[in-house]
Structures are given as structure tokens and as C-alpha cells.
């Protein structure tokens, strides 16, 4: 690439030599490839590959990573739409894998927009436990909810704040903490030109105090006993090793477990780098969290029985009428929280009456519905597009439109016609 600043290129060269850096800036000449993660909440990797129209080659990352062309216009398609896949750069799908994360636990993904590594932990998590995803800035939480929702992930409660404002609400109570710092971008220069022109020496630096300031409220919001995994698509040394380095002196209680750089030229993706460290001593259950109640919404459970063919979960009803069904746990207190979404939006109550969000409707596998209207070609494509189209005229209410057997979004079937409830910001035309 002729546009790498020359104060870049001659740190790069120290850093990695004249040989290798010349392998870099080979790789750097050349196309980066598109790749995405199969959602494991909602399918498998073998399921996924079998139902895609599509090419996919495996990137060695992990089993569910794939490449995948770039002529796939993948955020138009069907499987997307019906949250099997993320789109994902395959050297950042790493940093998630080595949390260590697992059903029941209380994990917290600090920098969390625009939701790859959060629905990655999710998948890991089995959708048990607590899953924190926090995002300081509002439109990017907002992101962030939109594809926890696509997902189908039921167990995050999406905060924004800042680092060291939530590490004052919450206190030590996570098992797993990850920080995908934001940093200079270094990784994602063959990507993003904006990353080339912002770089600069001073912003380097400037990313690393924020850095070491983001580890010290991780540092806080991590039970002794807990891993703190922190990763960044960044090459410099001041943001990355001495990062830590850095952090670790002024931790006593933290070990460093191990770390790990990937770089365009030697890996696969993009680059990053990650650091695994543990914090000394055991951890117990949190007294900041507890097992949210039961409210009985009647609406609500005469919406469930009709509907749905499983049991209900909790749920708890908002004052302006909003029905939220949460985790597992959730904060003792949530007045101190600026949250964005807590577990899965259901729906609302109007008029007396339960009306369902899209949100409910890609939480739950077609098998727990009691009624489905399958779509293929034409009726598939107008469905997405918002329209309505036909239905068996024996159905009748709520149920959701499905491809290949995953749930779309609601419909309400009326008289042979199934009215479409995809809400208008999420429609394909």
C-alpha cells in the first residue's frame, strides 16, 4: 500500500525486521477476504454450509468461520436476515475464543459494539447465565442491541457507560471480563482508509492511555479467581505489550497467562493481539446480583398459550407498558444503570391487549411455535420486502414467517393472508 504513513512503516520494519516487513507489505497489497461466524444459538456449522447458496471456505479459525465471496450480497440474504450468521472479520472472531466463557457464568464484554465478540460469547454461553455487553456510545449500543436481537441472544443486559462508571455500579462480580480496546486501527489499515489518515505516533500513545484506563475498571469488575482477556486489532507495542505491561505492574493480584499477535502476512485476517491474564485468589456469587422475580402479566400468558407450544419465561413488565423477559441474573439494583435492553424485548402491552416485538420472534427455534408459515422464492422475497402474502386460510393470529425452518419476524394471519410485522428499519426491498 503506497499511502502507509512513513513513520509507520519505519516503526513496522523495526518491529518485525526487513524480511518480514517486507512479507507485510506484500500482504497488505493484496484483497481482503470476507468472512462471516455461523450463530451456533441457531444452527450449526454443517446445517449452515448444507442450506447456504453460496460458496464458504473454512478460515481455520474456528469450525463455524468461513470465507466467503464478495459478490454475496450478504446482508440482503435470507439466512442473515433470520440471525444464523454474523459477518466478521476472521482474526477478531480469536479474542472471544480464549475467554474460556460457559453456560451459567457472569461474563461482561466492556467494549462491546458493534456485537461480533458478544454474540460469539453468547453462542458460547448457551444463551445461561449473565452476559454484560457495554457500549459508552448511545447509537453504537444501539448497534450493538440490534444484532443481539437478530441473534437470538436472550441472556445479555446491553449497558451504556463508561468503564469506570459501571465498574462503580457493579463492583467485582463478573467470572469473565474482555476488552476489545479501541486502539489506531493498525489492523484494520487494508480495510479502512479513515484508519490510515487518523494515524499518527501522538494517537498512538493517545489510544494507550485510554487503554490502561479501560483495564483499570476491568480490573475492578473482575472476581478474584476470574480471567481478563484483552485483545486489539493494533500492531504497536504501546498499545498492546506495554498495555499490559503496564497494567500488570500497577496489578499485583494479576498474572499474565499468555499473548498472542496475528498479522496479515502470517495469519489469517486482518491482525490482532491478545493477552490472557487471571486474577489471584477465588471468587464467589456476587451479592450484586440476584435471580430476577416472576411478575404475572395475564395478557401476556394468554399471548404465550396461544402462541407458543413451550413454557413461558419470566418476565417483567415495564412502567410504559414494555414486557421484557431476562436472563438469568441481572443486577440487584438497576438504577444506577444506563441500560439499553435487558434480555429480550417481548412486547408491549396496548389497549389491554399483548402486542409481540420482532425481537421475540427470532428468540425461540421455529419448534416452539405453534404455528409457522414457511417461505420460499417470490412469497419469500415479499415477505422480507414487507408485504403481505398468502397463507394456509385455516391459520389464524400471531405466528412467525420462516425460511428453511428459522423463524423471520411475526406475521398475523387473517382470512388466507399472512399481514407482515417486520418492523420497516429491518425490511429488505
Request: hydrophobic fraction near 45%; aromatic fraction near 6%.
Amino acid at each position: 500500500m503506497a499511502n502507509l504513513p512513513e513513520a509507520y512503516c519505519a516503526r513496522m520494519r523495526e518491529q518485525l525486521g526487513q524480511a518480514e516487513f517486507a512479507d507485510y507489505l506484500a500482504a497488505m497489497e493484496q484483497q481482503p477476504r470476507r468472512a462471516l461466524r455461523v450463530n451456533l444459538l441457531k444452527t450449526t456449522a454443517a446445517d449452515f454450509s448444507a442450506q447456504a447458496d453460496f460458496s464458504l471456505i473454512p478460515t481455520g479459525i474456528l469450525p463455524e468461520s468461513f470465507f466467503f465471496e464478495d459478490d454475496v450480497a450478504i446482508g440482503r440474504h435470507p439466512l442473515h436476515a433470520a440471525g444464523l450468521c454474523y459477518v466478521q472479520e476472521p482474526a477478531a472472531q480469536a479474542p472471544a475464543a480464549l475467554t474460556g466463557a460457559g453456560p451459567g457464568m457472569t461474563v461482561l464484554d466492556l467494549c462491546a459494539a458493534p456485537g461480533g465478540k458478544t454474540t460469539q460469547l453468547a453462542a458460547m454461553m448457551q444463551n445461561t447465565g449473565l452476559l454484560v455487553a457495554n457500549e459508552p456510545v448511545r447509537s453504537r449500543a444501539e448497534i450493538l442491541a440490534g444484532n443481539i436481537e437478530r441473534l437470538g441472544v436472550t441472556n445479555a443486559l446491553v449497558t451504556s457507560m463508561r468503564p469506570d462508571a459501571l465498574a462503580a455500579a457493579l463492583g467485582a462480580c463478573f467470572d469473565i471480563v474482555l476488552v476489545d480496546a479501541p486502539c489506531s486501527g493498525e489492523g484494520m489499515f487494508r480495510k479502512d482508509e479513515t484508519a490510515v489518515r487518523e494515524w499518527s505516533p501522538e494517537h498512538v500513545l493517545a489510544c494507550a492511555a485510554r487503554q490502561e484506563q479501560i483495564l483499570a475498571s476491568a480490573a475492578l469488575l473482575l472476581k478474584p479467581g476470574g480471567r481478563l482477556v484483552y485483545s486489539t486489532c493494533t500492531f504497536s507495542h504501546e498499545e498492546n505489550k506495554g498495555t499490559i505491561e503496564r497494567f500488570l505492574s500497577a496489578h499485583a493480584d494479576f498474572s499474565l497467562v499468555e499473548s498472542r499477535r496475528m498479522y496479515p502476512h502470517s495469519s489469517v485476517g486482518e491482525g490482532q493481539f491478545m493477552a490472557v491474564l487471571v486474577r489471584a485468589g477465588a471468587g464467589e456469587f456476587s451479592a450484586a446480583l440476584s435471580v430476577p422475580a416472576d411478575e404475572r402479566i395475564p395478557a401476556f400468558e394468554a399471548f404465550w398459550q396461544e402462541v407458543f407450544a413451550v413454557d413461558p419465561p419470566k418476565a417483567m413488565l415495564l412502567p410504559d407498558g414494555r414486557v421484557l423477559t431476562p436472563p438469568q441474573l441481572l443486577p440487584r439494583d438497576l438504577k444506577g444503570l444506563h441500560i439499553v435492553r435487558a434480555g429480550v424485548l417481548a412486547g408491549e402491552l396496548k389497549n389491554g391487549r399483548f402486542a409481540p416485538d420482532h425481537a421475540l420472534a427470532l428468540a425461540y427455534p421455529a419448534s416452539s411455535f405453534r404455528q409457522t408459515v414457511p417461505l420460499e422464492a417470490g412469497a419469500l422475497v415479499r415477505f422480507l420486502a414487507g408485504e403481505t402474502v398468502a397463507c394456509n386460510p385455516a391459520l389464524s393470529g400471531w405466528c412467525p414467517a420462516t425460511v428453511l425452518g428459522h423463524p423471520l419476524g411475526w406475521g398475523k394471519a387473517v382470512d388466507g393472508v399472512l399481514k407482515n410485522h417486520i418492523p420497516k428499519g429491518l425490511r429488505i426491498r
